[in-house]
């Protein structure tokens, strides 16, 4: 297993009223996070705070591309970014114990805190097609060329592992600086990792480590990139 420290490389907030930063997600233009009672969108070139939903968004956020998904309690919200409706609900597999939230393979990927899983669920049903185990507590999880990553948080310590989807095998730790603590996470497709920062209020890029000519974690799975 690789392990390094994160590389943080900027940090953004605290935001004029979100005193906590929750789910974390990307439209290949601008970021998003939850921070309770809204989703808050900000320009991640200057940090500027363009635009917020009145919407509960207690925990993971994710983009397919057109809709923005919102974990509220033990509720899936399909919300349109463009009005801020709730399109459609679907139950969460934790029943309120969910934390981090992604889109890949066309389905949602939903963190288990304190479970230590992340499970592959229908986006139309909520029905689980796949768990994985991990072995420490899961806050954010996203996907990036074929490697799945997820955000840890026990304690004072927090780190962003790449794990085998199979078998949920660490392949690699970023451990973040003691008191450095990750809510929400998300890729922006390429050598980024967007990353909420809980109770802080803040939002931090760390550096994706670099990869050779053949990238990945050895993963068949192919993913469809939610950042062009």
């Known amino acids: 297993m690789n392990r390094s420290k994160a590389k943080i490389i900027r940090e953004y907030g605290p935001f004029p009223g979100a005193d906590n930063v929750a789910g974390v997600t990307y439209d290949g233009q601008n970021v998003w996070f939850a921070s ?8 991640p070139a200057s940090g500027k705070t363009l635009r917020s939903i009145d919407v509960a968004a207690h925990a993971g956020t994710a983009f397919d591309g057109q ?3 919102q974990i509220a309690e033990g509720r899936i919200q399909k919300i349109d970014p463009q009005t801020g409706r709730v ?4 139950p969460a597999p934790g029943g309120g114990g969910d934390s981090g939230l992604a889109w890949a393979e066309g389905t949602l990927w939903v963190g288990q805190y304190r479970d230590r899983k992340i499970y592959q669920i229908d986006p139309q049903t909520g029905a689980i097609l796949r768990t994985i185990e991990s072995n420490r507590f899961v806050t954010g999880v996203t996907w990036v060329d074929g490697e799945l990553w997820h955000g840890t948080w026990e304690g004072d310590e927090s780190d962003l592992r790449r794990v085998d989807p199979r078998t949920g095998e660490v392949l690699e730790r970023l451990e973040m600086p003691p008191g450095v603590n990750v809510s929400g996470l998300e890729s922006d497709g390429g050598d980024q990792f967007f990353c909420g920062g809980g109770r802080s209020g803040k939002v931090r890029i760390v550096r994706r480590p670099k990869r050779g000519s053949a990238t990945g974690s050895g993963s068949e799975i192919p993913v469809d990139s939610t950042s062009k």
């Open 36 to 43: 309770g009672d809204k989703l808050n969108a900000f320009d």
């Open 67 to 69: 809709h923005l998904f």
């Open 87 to 90: 399109l459609a609900t679907i």
